[in-house]
């Protein structure tokens, strides 16, 4: 059981923790995330059949990420009746100082845009498009048929570009 | 007249152009789309750090010990609560019915009598002194005796203090 389990850590691991931090922008609660959702591997590995771990691990850390993000909006949203924040501002600018973990420019604005898109599209594309997951684990994971997830990343895909052209033309003008 | 693709369909007829295309499509909002796609891939990848890794190895660790630390502590309470019966003092048996019954001697049927005699004497002793004391006390009543036929033969019935006779 031990074993199976660090194999499982060392295989998905890095996985999760990437798509922790692309979901919430900040290290420290992409690595909370990741550690909570590893422990609940440990309590659980006995009963997922081999093949069913990725799609669990991936649901697990999602779930645990979607919680966070919806209480960072609750939080925003008071915030935002208290201070009258700059609506300009996107998610990924209530990050924490932690969170440059993309150098380059390029990288930060992908990454940006990439937490201001709504759900199923984020996470589709980093699952499709970052991660190179198959398609058929993303669809057993979102609970999409597969080619629902094809159709659907493309859309996010393409939602994506044109807010970082517009984004882009925007700096320019 | 020609119909128009599903929508549906047409965006997956995309995506499958793009999945399968090495090279940069020739339609230029595919070729973006393409460009794009590829400079998605691996933004963001990090290692799971050490740490993690290290408080997860340690919690597997604790929770395999779990059992075995309550299964000690386990035997550690049974192995206590075994000395603690083996060792408690033997309890008295109550008495069975035939022991249970006494039978007095003559010299404790003589002693309980003259405890019985010693109460009854000091007893009307006490009562004797007591009536004679609050005797003094005592006003007679005035009981109409002098209304009756001969009560001079009365008066010293009631006045006598021993009415027995």
């Known amino acids: 059981m031990k074993r199976r389990f660090e194999q499982l850590v060392d295989q998905h691991g890095s996985r999760l923790y990437q798509l922790a931090r692309l979901m919430l922008g900040r290290d420290d609660e992409a690595e909370d995330v990741a550690q909570e959702t590893l422990v609940k591997l440990w309590r659980n590995v006995d009963s997922l059949h081999a093949g069913q771990e990725l799609p669990w691990l991936i649901t697990c850390t999602r779930n645990a990420c979607l919680d966070i993000l919806r209480g960072r909006t609750r939080t925003r949203g008071l915030l935002q009746l208290v201070a009258s924040e700059n609506k300009a501002q996107g998610p990924a600018d209530h990050t924490g100082p932690g969170d440059e973990f993309d150098s380059g420019e390029r990288a930060r604005e992908l990454r940006v845009a990439l937490a201001g898109m709504p759900e199923p599209a984020r996470s589709l594309l980093i699952l499709r498009d970052i991660q190179e997951l198959d398609v058929a684990t993303v669809a057993s994971t979102l609970e999409l048929s597969e080619n629902q997830v094809k159709v659907y990343t493309f859309r996010a895909r393409r939602q994506l570009r044109h807010r970082l052209e517009e984004e882009s033309d925007a700096q320019v003008a | ?165």
């Open chain 2, 1 to 165: 007249m020609h119909k128009s693709p599903d929508p549906f369909e047409r965006d997956l007829e995309r995506e499958n152009a793009l999945e399968d295309s090495r090279t940069v499509p020739r339609e230029p909002e595919l070729a973006a789309d393409w460009a794009l796609k590829r400079e998605l891939v691996g933004l963001g990848a990090a290692e799971l750090p050490v740490a993690v890794k290290t408080r997860l190895r340690r919690n597997a660790h604790m929770e395999q010990r779990g059992p075995w630390l309550m299964g000690i502590a386990a035997a550690l309470v049974v192995a206590v609560v075994v000395a603690a019966v083996l060792q408690s003092p033997t309890v008295q048996q109550p008495p069975t019915g035939s022991q249970s019954v006494v039978t007095p001697t003559a010299r404790d049927l003589a002693e309980l009598q003259f405890a019985f005699d010693t109460i009854n004497r000091t007893g009307k002793r006490a009562a004797a002194k007591a009536g004679r004391e609050v005797q003094q006390s005592l006003v007679m009543p005035d009981l109409g005796l002098s209304e009756l036929p001969y009560a001079g033969y009365v008066r010293p019935y009631f006045e006598r203090p021993d009415r027995s006779g």
